[in-house]
């Protein structure tokens, strides 16, 4: 859906953190020490549970059409007991550092991404943007879903309602709930409100996504790990409105 360019329809149904490491537990007889065989002498202490993990998929600003379908996926990403990221990690080439803030959010540490906004388990980075680009100056260049997330068809969406998150704001931009028509009501945090047609939300998570002069919009739908559902929307670069592309994510309510 060209949801104009807040309901630019994104797929994002998001699960929680899922911890995929986990150390092996001890037993009753001491083990070897490091660096030793199995001979006899003292045995040092078991050895420390290894680092839970876990892993994201990544949707870029940048990113073609197709990755919608192929995001980049994120693993290694180590998490603290309560779930949340705590620590290093790759986007591709991209190393971030995460650290969990008393608010249940996040600081993040790299040259380029400085304001990171968390909903639901999802992530967005962002950074400064350009003139008339973004909100409050700040533009979404990364939406990290969890990768426990199951995608699901757009049909899974009817009847809910969601918020849409975009550019680290903290709070949302406008509103959608899928109708059982298939159609989708948008209505912005001002009060202005808009029906989206079955039509163009059909497009928005079809193959290629829903073009117009202003640009291309393209989403996919989630279930999270938490039973609610998400989607990611991403606008191509290029296009009167989408000049430099965008990404974004709505959350159930």
């Known amino acids: 859906m060209q949801f104009p360019r807040s309901l630019c329809a994104a797929v994002v149904v998001s699960a929680l953190l899922a911890a995929c490491g986990g150390g092996s537990g001890g037993s009753d007889s001491p083990g070897p020490g490091p660096g030793t065989g199995t001979g006899s002498g003292g045995g040092a202490a078991n050895p420390a549970p290894a680092p839970t993990t876990a892993s994201f998929k990544a949707f870029g600003q940048l990113d073609p059409a197709s990755a919608m379908d192929a995001p980049t996926l994120v693993g290694n990403v180590p998490v603290n007991a309560g779930g949340l990221v705590n620590g290093a990690f790759f986007i591709g080439t991209l190393a971030v550092t995460l650290t969990p803030t008393s608010d249940g959010g996040y600081t993040v540490s790299n040259s380029v991404y400085n304001t990171v906004l968390t909903r639901a388990g999802l992530i967005e980075l962002c950074n400064a943007s350009g003139l008339g680009d973004g909100t409050n100056g700040l533009k979404s260049r990364y939406v990290l879903l969890p990768g426990t997330a199951n995608a699901v068809a757009v049909t899974a969406l009817k009847g809910r309602s969601f918020k849409l998150y975009e550019d680290c704001a903290q709070t949302p931009r406008s509103t959608a709930l899928f109708q059982a028509d298939g159609t989708v009501l948008e209505r912005e945090a001002g009060g202005a409100s808009e029906t989206i047609s079955a039509a163009e939300v059909a497009a928005t998570f079809g193959t290629t996504g829903f073009t117009t002069t202003e640009g291309t919009s393209i989403a996919r739908a989630f279930q ?30």
């Open 224 to 253: 999270l790990a938490s039973g609610k559902y998400a989607f990611v929307s991403h606008g191509l670069p290029g296009g009167a409105g989408n000049a430099r592309g965008y990404v974004e994510f709505f959350v159930e309510e």
